[in-house]
Antibody
Framework: EVQLVESGGVVVQPGGSLRLSCAAS????????MHWVRQAPGKGLEWVSL????????YYADSVKGRFTISRDNSKNSLYLQMNSLRAEDTALYYC????????????????WGQGTMVTVSS | SYELTQPPSVSVSPGQTASITCSGD??????ACWYQQKPGQSPVLVIY???KRPSGIPERFSGSNSGNTATLTISGTQAMDEADYYC????????FGGGTKLTVL
């Protein structure tokens, strides 16, 4: 079964740090780019970051650039998001999502989503 | 930065056709896709590359994209189609529309 399982979401104080993880199974992980997408309570989807199949290219939304770092370990079929200098507006459900495009192609659509992990930034 | 604009809400009667639009500058020059999200659930891809349906998505879901507007059309809308729908495109990064709440009444 194709599956993405996120973990690491907790309550953290403003200015704090957190690392989210996403474990992939059921597909050839290192063939696909991966994304993080977040959704604040009662709000819409917001794309956060993208990493290419080999980790060689990364992209970030302006709202997280310089504070968040995306990475992957293809030997462990895992995706990560290091979140630093957290703010109240980072409070959201964080999803990892698989890109449909094979290897060098990405950004067109996400065909697999995890269930999400909740990050709450509050004092 | 690039923006995609969707109507906040659309209403449709059961069995009728629902159309949800997504507007962006020269959107027709890019690929658009659509996600369905029901309360408490993760998004599900229903249309990709403007008009293609992933495996398992009913034929009543279709899409088009031309000029500045992409459109998701649901023919013979059913109560189970009531959900939030998001369009998405790529422009130096992934961009989502604000979402449209589809009500079937």
């Amino acid at each position: 079964e194709v599956q993405l399982v996120e973990s690491g979401g907790v309550v953290v104080q403003p200015g704090g740090s957190l690392r989210l993880s996403c474990a992939a199974s059921g597909f050839t992980f290192d063939d696909y780019a991966m994304h993080w997408v977040r959704q604040a309570p009662g709000k819409g989807l917001e794309w956060v970051s993208l990493i290419s199949w080999d980790g060689g290219s990364t992209y970030y939304a302006d709202s997280v650039k310089g504070r968040f770092t995306i990475s992957r370990d293809n030997s462990k079929n895992s995706l990560y998001l290091q979140m630093n200098s957290l703010r109240a507006e980072d409070t959201a459900l964080y999803y990892c999502a698989k890109d449909m495009g094979l290897r060098g192609s990405y950004g067109d659509a996400f065909d697999i989503w995890g269930q999400g992990t909740m990050v709450t930034v509050s004092s | 930065s690039y923006e995609l604009t969707q109507p906040p809400s659309v209403s449709v009667s059961p069995g009728q056709t629902a159309s949800i639009t997504c507007s962006g500058d020269k959107l027709g020059d890019k690929y658009a896709c659509w996600y369905q999200q029901k309360p408490g659930q993760s998004p599900v891809l229903v249309i990709y590359q403007d008009s293609k349906r992933p495996s398992g998505i009913p034929e009543r879901f279709s899409g088009s994209n031309s000029g500045n507007t992409a459109t998701l059309t649901i023919s013979g809308t059913q109560a189970m189609d009531e959900a939030d729908y998001y369009c998405q495109a790529w422009d130096e990064g992934v961009v989502f529309g604000g979402g449209t709440k589809l009500t079937v009444l």
